[in-house]
């Protein structure tokens, strides 16, 4: 490991500022993805900010119902929230899919949302990857691609996001507080956070440089049933192959609204408004499922050994939306 220097923050203004003013400063809190990516040289900052001890770490009501979860939560305290487990269940069970139970107590809202992703060409520096140096070319295209994304990717990278919780999230329709280096705040939706690779899948999230995560706010809770099924190859400590978030509101046999999110499929949590527009007030039947899956799949592109995905996230897909509408 490099050698660096360390500040702890004792302020979020003093925070922002520290990282802002420094272009190989870093945030720091539970460290569960940054320090392995400095133990392997891939990040090398010169300069750490702690925020792990900023008053960021409640989970409070909103007067409209929802909830304002601070970036410093824990992802294991968010998980068994009682709120959280009552109105968003669906995000309690991505939390409780991911990762282990010691990963859970460290890692943060925040953090969990700018993971950076587990693609193997990524973590080995013999091989080119156009995320850690831009114009390097994607060895994943050509390589051993079976975790890798079938929506979203370019020519330049086609590696996953590899967060539960932002799929969550993301069908839940949260927003994401930010402070800027000059002191403004805003809002983002979470749909708007993380970017596709395009031609620079080095810019993985539409954040400004030292802008910082305060919190999340989560909007009154959506009617009808939540459910978060993750596919992966072992039944713990693993990422998805495919995950999908599904909330679906239906009585008397039809759909009245429903909402779809999937992971382990794109570079960027993925919406599919396609498949929630084939199913919003049609008949809850296993045709309409079918039909909505393979709306949400259109345009999908497998490589040489993830072409599976497409199969199995429609099936994937298929069931969750039928399980959530049983409810």
Sequence with gaps: MKSFTYERAQDIRQAVTSVAARPDARFISGGTNLLDLMKLEIEQP???????????????????????VGAQVRNSDLAVD???????????????????????????????????????????RNMPCNKREPGSGCSALQGFNRMHAVLGGSEACIAVHPSD??????????RVETLAP?????????????????????????????????AVILPPP??????????RDRASYAFALVSVAGIVDAAGGRVRSVRVAMGGVAPKPWRSPEAEGVLTGEAATDRTFTAAAEAALQGALG????????????????????DAAQG
């Design 46 to 68: 010169k300069h750490l900010v702690d925020i792990s001890r900023l008053p960021l770490d409640q989970i409070d009501e909103t007067p409209d119902g929802g909830l304002r």
């Design 165 to 174: 919780m932002a799929v969550a999230m993301t069908a839940l329709d949260a």
């Design 222 to 231: 959506p009617s009808g049933r939540q459910i978060y099924r993750k596919v």
């Design 303 to 322: 490589h040489d050994h993830n072409a599976f995905k497409i199969a199995l996230a429609k099936r994937t897909l298929r069931h969750t939306l039928a």
């Design 182 to 214: 000059d002191g403004r705040s805003r809002a983002i939706p979470i749909g708007e956070l993380h970017r596709l690779p395009g031609t620079t899948p080095q810019v993985e999230t539409s954040l400004q440089r030292g802008e910082m995560i305060t």
């Design 82 to 124: 009682r709120r959280v487990r009552s109105r968003y269940p669906l995000l309690s069970q991505a939390l409780l899919a991911g990762a282990s139970g010691q990963l859970r107590n460290k890692a943060t809202t925040g953090g969990n949302l700018l993971q950076r992703t587990r693609c193997y060409y990524f973590y080995d």
